[in-house]
């Protein structure tokens, strides 16, 4: 169910304030199903992910999560988390829908590996962005290890995963770890002002440039190439590169809907 969780066509917010928007199961099993159906959705033209009241995310809600008394079977979390946190991340960062992050307060953990996973992140100025897992005696996962050096280099990532220093949006914003920090009171302008600007873009060309730029993170450049011309051919076939061509001979703004 949508236990903690709000979610509109395009909107999907964290709603467990008391919390600070910590992730139960329910939420985690929502979320997947939210990030499903935008994937499936062709009136969607973009997705926006936000946490209500004064944080975004604290993580995973261990304590709730492992409340039951009984200790697991051996093996349990590799066999349980690729089919819940880590399914998360993964539809987040391979959607093809830009996805805007609004960060506010603590993005701790899961949470913040889901505003690194998300195409566009805008945070308050005085947000925080913190691995806590080796300080809490455990060793990083959802996706902290691969979108962390991608972001900010080896020697960043290990100060967040090893050392587990706390980063400042100002800081995160400087080191190239989101897009854009601001004014907490310019947050939701901020926020909207980037969605209506990528929702009134050419939607299939966005999403598979987006999976293009996935894709050429591991791969050598011929064959990130090679991706691109099978993704032109698909862009080129749209009415949005239609509409493109046409305004550009007419001199005007195109009008993008998305097909």
């Known amino acids: 169910g949508l236990t903690d969780l709000v979610c509109f066509?395009?909107?999907?917010?964290?709603?467990r304030p008391g919390h600070r928007n910590s992730l139960s199961p329910n939420m985690i099993d929502a979320l997947i199903d939210a990030l499903t159906g935008a994937a499936t959705d062709d009136s969607l033209r973009a997705v926006h992910l936000r946490g209500a009241g004064e944080h975004f995310c604290a993580g995973v809600d261990w304590v709730g999560s492992n409340s039951g008394g009984q200790r697991p079977r051996t093996g349990d979390l590799v066999r349980r988390i690729p089919h819940t946190s880590h399914r998360v991340i993964d539809l987040v960062h391979s959607l093809h829908l830009p996805v805007v992050c609004s960060v506010r307060g603590w993005a701790a953990g899961m949470g913040c590996n889901l505003a690194l996973a998300a195409d566009f992140t805008v945070a308050a100025s005085d947000a925080i962005f913190w691995e806590p897992f080796v300080a809490r005696g455990f060793s990083p996962d959802?996706?902290?290890?691969?979108?962390?050096?991608?972001?900010?280099?080896?020697?960043?990532?290990k100060?967040?995963?090893l050392l587990g220093e706390k980063v400042t949006a100002d800081d995160a914003a400087g080191w190239g770890l989101i897009h854009r920090s601001v004014d907490g009171a310019a947050l939701d302008g901020a926020a909207a002002d980037l969605l209506a600007r990528l929702a009134a873009g050419p939607t299939v060309a966005i999403g598979l440039a987006k999976q293009a730029i996935n894709y050429a993170q591991h791969v050598p450049l011929n064959q990130a190439m090679t991706q691109e011309l099978f993704n032109l051919e698909l862009?080129?076939?749209?009415?949005d590169f239609k509409?493109?061509?046409t305004a550009f001979r007419e001199e005007r703004a195109p009008d993008f809907t998305g097909r």
């Open 159 to 161: 100060e967040m995963l």
């Open 9 to 15: 066509p395009s909107l999907i917010t964290l709603d």
């Open 235 to 239: 862009s080129c076939r749209t009415s």
């Open 243 to 245: 509409e493109g061509l």
């Open 142 to 157: 959802s996706g902290a290890t691969w979108l962390l050096p991608r972001l900010v280099g080896m020697a960043r990532a």
